[in-house]
């Protein structure tokens, strides 16, 4: 039998990526939701945004978390992507509202 190992890096990657998902999920659900007594909260895109930044610097973690495992250029692509994702939620929450 197979003993299946995880170490702490791994457990740390596995922690940020729920993080990132949970984040963003939020981020793109807050706007479209529907409050009590039918408020909506389509006019709330700074939370949104908020949550988004929240997101993409818990991919800049992952970024850099992920330099454990010696793999330069997905960590410079990750990061990237992160500083895509912090800019997007930095507009959706402080220009467009």
Known sequence: MT???????QFIIGIELI???VFMWIGYKIPEMEGNGGRSFHY???SGGLFMLFAGFTFLAFS???RAYNLPFV????TMISIIIIIYG???AFYYS
């Open 3 to 9: 003993e299946i190992l995880i170490n702490e890096t």
């Open 19 to 21: 993080l990132f998902f």
């Open 44 to 46: 709330m895109p700074f």
């Open 64 to 66: 850099v978390t992920i």
């Open 75 to 78: 960590q410079e692509y990750f």
């Open 90 to 92: 930095g507009l959706k």
